[in-house]
């Protein structure tokens, strides 16, 4: 499923007005129906009683348990199914109220309108604006509305109370909005919510940036975002993720494949995009007749005295990600600390001079020793040392083998210079950055709030203009490619902000280089497994709050 900015979905829409034909009335047509018709689904299933469903949202994105109308069913011969808006016998006394805002997404509210009174319920519509303010098309269905005779207030005219209504459906803002609502969208905004009945909203939730996931004040906390033809960006990042609630994408006759010829071309990860998208065939990873050499072999040069469980752990999801072979690098007098901890590991010892330290530990021993290794991983409770940037710079121009950079390595990248990296030169073999917020800040030379304002954003921009795949780790972990594909992880949990847990990406991606997988495949099959592991060692433990990073190793 293709993720979308607000212009992008603009240009689409274009596209398919313009060059394809299709009238833009069609589309606010089935835009409207197919709002009315989660607002009908609401009121059969008893939804609208339900308190927060945060946690069902997310897989229905994921297309795991989509929503896909009054055909649910399967269909028996001599059943007949019935248009949902004609089978709602009982509506009883359902009453929703219909915040319509001027532009192009009040009119998506108007049609639905149309759609709910036709199924038998109350509807009240709540202009924000006066309603000659409406143009074009959204003129026409306000039009259509006061011909039907359907009842409307006009805020600052007539008093609003929202507290004998069902729900609210939110058809303030869409893909238009500029910055924090104003004037009435916001005193309708603040109402709708404090009113504490359930709002359905139209396209996105009005107050959030559709681009950036940033929440405005005030912004809609919705219970259900039924988002129209394709994904917007702030739905799938935080904050934004949070006001949208559970979120229903559906199609309104725009093809989606128009998406990537008119911006960048970003992806929901999911099972089916990993398939197909990205060409990862699970099957093909163990071949019958192979033997631990077929499956290669990681280097890491990681740990340091403190942080030696930090190479402990990246070692071993490197072996569980299924490599062949993996060889722990670290400074000699720190080998006997370790010897035995994970018994499938091999330990090569980086001459230090007696030092434990990796300023004595020379960048030229661990490219000897990556020679010979198929993947070299670095970083995880490394440390920082004495000419640092210099040696993550000879393992940059040296190696010829994929490199993994995570943890403090990216400290020493930060330190490269205001251009970053590509000054060191273009690598012959691909890299992979790891960072979380707080490490892409200081590669950006940006605060940790300004890079979760628009992640998708900066891993975009940072990855092409670097010529790496970055994966900025968080909840929806984005994964970016120097040819600009972006892709969003749907897997994991809160749960696995623990320390260590970065660590054992680390090591899955290297393990998964090893095996033959391209840097964009690795990364995002990594990332993706990360969180079905950590997915599957909560429900193990029945607490998301006490995992450890070991029990995501154990869980792969
Ligand atoms: N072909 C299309 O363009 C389609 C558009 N669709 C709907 O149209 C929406 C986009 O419509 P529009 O581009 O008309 O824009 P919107 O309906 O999102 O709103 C724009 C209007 O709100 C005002 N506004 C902007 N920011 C504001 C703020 N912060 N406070 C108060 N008022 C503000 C602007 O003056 C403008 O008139 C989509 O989200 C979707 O719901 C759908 O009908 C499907 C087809
Ligand atoms: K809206």
């Not at 670290?330 to 010892?349: C, D, F």
């Amino acid at each position: 499923m293709f993720i979308v900015t607000a212009e992008q979905m603009r240009a689409v829409d274009e596209h398919t007005i313009q060059k394809l034909g299709i009238p833009a009335a069609s589309l606010m047509e089935n835009a409207g129906r197919a709002i009315a018709e989660e607002v009908i689904r609401m009121c059969r299933e008893g939804d609208v009683d339900r308190r927060s469903e945060q946690h069902a949202c997310w897989n229905d994105v994921n297309g795991k348990r989509a929503h896909t109308g009054p055909g649910d069913r399967p269909a028996h011969g001599g059943d007949i199914i019935a248009d949902p808006a004609l089978v709602m016998e009982q509506p009883g006394d359902q009453q929703w109220y219909m915040l319509i805002g001027k532009g192009n997404n009040g009119g998506d509210g108007l049609v639905a309108a149309r759609h709910l009174v036709e199924a038998g319920l109350g509807v009240t519509l709540v202009y924000a604006d006066a309603p000659d303010a409406l143009r074009g098309e959204a003129a026409v269905q306000r039009d259509a509305a006061a011909q039907i005779g359907i009842p409307a207030l006009v805020h600052g005219r007539e008093a609003v109370d929202f507290s004998r209504c069902t729900g609210i459906v939110d058809a303030l803002l869409g893909t238009g909005s500029r910055g924090a609502p104003r004037g009435a969208y916001a005193a309708l905004i603040e109402a709708a919510n404090d009113s504490g009945k359930p709002v359905v909203s139209a396209d996105v939730p009005s107050g959030l940036n559709a681009d950036t996931g940033e929440v405005y004040e005030p912004c809609i906390q919705a219970r259900v975002t039924v988002c129209l033809a394709l994904l917007k960006r702030g739905l799938v990042q935080y904050p934004g993720a949070s006001a949208a609630g559970r979120i229903v994408v559906r199609s309104i006759g725009i093809p989606a494949r128009l998406a990537p010829e008119h911006g960048p071309s970003v992806r929901l990860l999911t099972e089916e995009v990993l398939r197909s998208a990205l060409r990862v065939d699970t099957g093909r990873l163990r071949a019958p007749d192979g033997h631990k050499g077929t499956y290669g072999h990681v280097l890491l040069a990681a740990g340091s005295l403190p942080m030696s469980g930090a190479g402990l752990l990246s070692a071993k999801a490197a072996l569980r990600a299924g490599c062949g072979l993996a060889t722990w690098a670290l400074p000699a007098a720190l080998l006997p600390h370790v010897i035995g901890t994970v018994p499938e590991l091999m330990l090569a010892a980086a001459a230090d001079g007696d030092s434990g330290e990796w300023n004595a530990a020379s960048a030229d021993a661990v490219l000897r020793l990556a020679e010979s290794r198929d993947v070299l991983a670095t970083g995880p409770g490394l440390g920082r040392f004495k000419g640092d940037t210099d040696w993550l710079r000879r393992l940059w121009q040296h190696s010829d083998r994929p490199l993994v950079i995570d943890a403090d390595a990216l400290n020493m990248l930060a330190d490269a210079g205001p251009t970053g990296p590509r000054d060191w030169g273009k690598r012959s073999a691909a890299t992979i950055l790891t960072p979380h917020p707080g490490e892409m800040g200081r590669l950006l030379g940006m605060s940790t709030p300004e890079v979760q304002r628009d992640r998708i954003g900066h891993a975009a921009r940072y990855a092409r203009e670097q010529g790496v795949t970055l994966v900025l780790k968080g909840a929806r972990t984005v994964i970016a490619t120097p040819s600009g594909e972006a892709y969003i992880n749907t897997t994991g949990h809160a749960g696995m902000a623990t320390g260590g847990a970065g660590d054992v990406l680390t090591g899955i991606i290297a393990g998964l280089l090893a095996q033959g997988l391209n840097a964009e495949q690795a990364a995002a099959f990594g990332v993706f497994l990360h969180g079905q592991a950590g997915e599957r060692a909560a429900l193990l433990r029945g607490d998301p709050a006490s995992l450890l990073a070991g029990d995501i190793v154990d869980a792969l």
